[in-house]
């Protein structure tokens, strides 16, 4: 139960005294853990009813006054790749050669800034939230399903309006140049992870639908590779960490699923910090203030206590000082031996964690001296936040050294400290919820 609690200074009473406003549901029942996990990390679960009306208001329909202005790349072999049981499609892609022998890779984020209005009772309520929250058997969107699955989701074979990042890469994969501005495109196929995954290994074609991208796949897939292969050796650290999904069904079944398809979500990975890369280095170039993603490199303190603890391992970072490249060389030394998993949690352990500010601290464990968020806008505020500056910035409303670049840097600190906050709440009630489940699997599998 939720009991609300009055205290003296405010009632004039002796003594503070509670005052039950809500029962959640029956002991030891996963739906009254859901929401007692809730009400403890402030989580919103249904959307008030202006916003859910809102929301329907908008006609899922594109009007032609919506494409002026607008790349139109409807023509291209543009697709999505997703988890099995995803909705919310943030993110197409597409790879192209150029008659100049480059390759011109697209990644295109869904408009949510177009629909979501700064200062509606719409948007409000999607800053408040901040971020979509992925509980085990419930999910909370940011936005409303009208718009988080549909309106704005890369639906295939469908029109959608997006934001686009095309990249011209040379065969190296190396950046010759960047083209960033408003689009429609329309969405040839829906992939899953584990179909791109099988397609990798040769062990399966891509589905009949999709067999006509098997050529753009494996040139996506070698130019990932490189892209990766040149991000670690500029030092992004690369934790080899198993990881599981905890899945729950309608019944309150937990079932946990390894997640395998390693090569086709890194493909997905490595086009998504491309765009945000080079979205990030688009403003700053313009010297345009927006919600950055920084890491800041690991305090002293803690630098000193993890070099202590892995001493004791008989490692050591190389050079002594606190670099993403002397992290990446002590995880090269134990990559695959039993110390792996150890050093992993301690070197972890020791970094500080990545956050959302209003100015650009660079990325330590990415190696990324200009990094932000701008690939979800579906269900994380900061990358809408980022769709808005840019925006403004390509319609010529945004310039450096106006009223309103210098109105914006004012609220940034703020709104970092907030969408921050809301990411960590979401991430602790995940882990809360889990340890539950965890708990619950294991009561019934007791010998």
Not at 241 to 255: F, N, P, Q, Y
Not at 344 to 356: D, E, P
Not at 393 to 416: F, H, I, N, Y
Request: include cysteine.
């Amino acid at each position: 139960m939720v009991v609300d609690l009055y205290w003296p200074e405010d009632t004039g009473e002796d003594e503070v005294f509670g005052q039950v406003s809500r029962v959640l549901g029956e002991e030891d029942d996963p739906e009254t853990e859901t929401e007692a996990v809730m009400v403890k990390y402030g989580l919103r679960g249904e959307f008030p009813p202006e916003v859910v009306s809102e929301a329907e208001r908008i006609p899922r329909e594109i009007p032609d006054s919506a494409l002026r202005g607008r790349l139109d790349l409807r023509e291209l072999n543009t697709f999505t790749v997703d988890g099995r049981d995803a909705k919310d499609f943030d993110d197409a892609i597409h790879i192209a050669p150029t008659e100049r022998g480059t390759f011109m890779v697209g990644i295109h984020i869904a408009d949510v800034s177009h629909y979501v209005k700064a200062g509606s009772p719409l948007d409000q309520e999607a800053y408040a939230r901040a971020t979509s929250v992925y509980l085990p058997g419930r999910v909370l969107p940011m936005l409303p399903e009208h718009l988080s699955n549909g309106v704005c989701s890369l639906v295939p074979l469908e029109d959608r309006l997006t934001m686009s990042a095309l990249v011209e890469l040379s065969a190296d994969a190396e950046i010759l140049s960047v083209e960033i501005g408003p689009s429609v495109i329309h969405s040839k196929a829906r992939l899953t992870y584990d179909e791109v995954q099988a397609y990798s290994e040769a062990t399966s074609p891509l589905p009949e639908h999709a067999r006509h991208l098997e050529g753009d796949l494996h040139l996506l897939l070698k130019f990932t590779t490189k892209l990766r292969q040149k991000r670690l050796r500029e030092g992004s650290l690369d934790f080899k960490m198993r990881e599981v999904k905890v899945d729950v069904d309608a019944e309150g079944r937990m079932e946990l699923i390894p997640l395998r398809e390693e090569t086709a979500r890194g493909m997905i990975e490595d086009l998504m910090l491309l765009a945000n890369k080079v979205v990030a280095r688009f403003l700053l170039e313009r010297r345009i203030p927006t919600l950055f993603r920084i890491h800041e490199e690991p305090t002293l303190q803690r630098f000193q206590d993890v070099s202590q603890a892995i001493g004791r391992l008989g490692l050591a970072f190389p050079g002594g000082e606190p670099t993403p490249q002397a992290y990446q060389d002590v995880l090269k030394q134990v990559r695959g031996t039993p110390r792996e998993s150890v050093v992993n949690s301690l070197l972890l352990r020791s970094m500080q964690q990545a956050k959302y500010a209003g100015e650009n601290l660079g990325h330590f464990g990415l190696a990324f001296d200009e990094y932000l968020h701008f690939t979800s806008p579906i269900r994380r505020y900061p990358d809408l936040m980022v769709h808005r500056v840019l925006r403004e910035v390509l319609a010529g409303e945004l310039r450096t050294g106006s009223r309103e670049v210098d109105q914006l840097r004012s609220v940034l600190p703020t709104m970092g400290e907030h969408t921050s906050d809301r990411e960590r709440n979401a991430a602790e009630a995940e882990r809360d919820l889990t340890k539950y489940y965890q708990a619950k699997w294991a009561q019934a599998h007791e010998a």
